[in-house]
């Protein structure tokens, strides 16, 4: 083996013959009582697990935590209200259920930053350590899928509303996060074809 070759193997973060279809994905979302990483908190956390091209509804985690933070203009886009009757853990509590249903997945999410850095900060308060997961984030995934052309106008971000539009997908339970996971996992599905039809591409290649 020569040195390149020996390298460009070291670039790569899993074994060529694993595929993309039957790596188990954890797909996620965070409802929030706002954009702040230090003084905001965690509402709701929603997931799914993604494996071999299906969305696997009925192993789905859905947790909305106790809290004392509230912000009522944030609460009328999610609908989640400090009032709402329904069994909540402690966020501690509510952490260790979520850790314990990611295990190793790779994590997907759109704007993937705002999730895991919302997650790890509410970690880091519980004396807990951060997630060390591979990620991935549709809306850096869905940019290769675009043609690139000066006839074709890209934008910088491309918000869940843009791929459920450009796909087609119902958003009927838009901003809940069991909801918001649901779409984020058909938009990757989405992508993952379309990538496919452009060329060869394997799990490695996602992350590059």
Same mark, same amino acid.
């Given at each position: 083996m020569s040195l390149f070759n020996f390298w460009?193997?070291?670039?790569?973060?899993f074994d060529e013959n694993i595929t993309i279809e039957e790596t188990r994905f954890v797909v996620?979302?965070?409802?929030? /009582?706002?954009?702040?990483?230090?003084n905001d908190r965690i509402l709701c956390i929603g997931a799914l697990v993604l494996q071999n091209g299906v969305i696997s509804v009925q192993n789905s985690f859905e947790v909305y935590i106790e809290q004392d933070h509230y912000d009522k203009s944030t609460a009328q886009i999610h609908g989640i209200l400090k009032a709402?009757?329904?069994?909540?853990? /402690?966020?501690?509590?509510?952490?260790?259920?979520?850790?314990?249903?990611?295990?190793?997945?790779? #994590? #997907?999410?759109?704007h993937t930053i705002f999730d895991v850095t919302m997650i790890n900060k509410a970690l880091e308060r519980n004396g807990l350590p951060e997630l060390t997961n591979k990620?991935?984030?549709?809306?850096?995934?869905y940019k290769k899928t675009l043609i690139k052309s000066h006839l074709f106008e890209r934008k910088d971000h491309y918000t869940l509303d843009d791929l459920a539009d450009?796909?087609?997908i119902?958003?009927?339970?838009?901003?809940t996060a069991l909801g918001d996971a649901y779409i984020t996992a058909i938009a990757f599905l989405?992508?993952?074809?379309?990538?496919?039809?452009?060329?060869?591409i394997n799990l490695n290649s996602l992350f590059k």
């Open positions: 460009k193997k070291e670039d790569d973060l996620l979302d965070t409802e929030t /009582t706002g954009l702040d990483y230090e709402f009757v329904i069994q909540r853990p /402690t966020e501690r509590e509510a952490l260790e259920q979520f850790l314990a249903f990611l295990g190793d997945s790779i #994590i #997907i999410a759109h990620r991935l984030d549709t809306a850096i995934l450009k796909f087609d119902s958003k009927k339970d838009r901003h989405k992508i993952v074809k379309k990538l496919k039809e452009k060329k060869h």
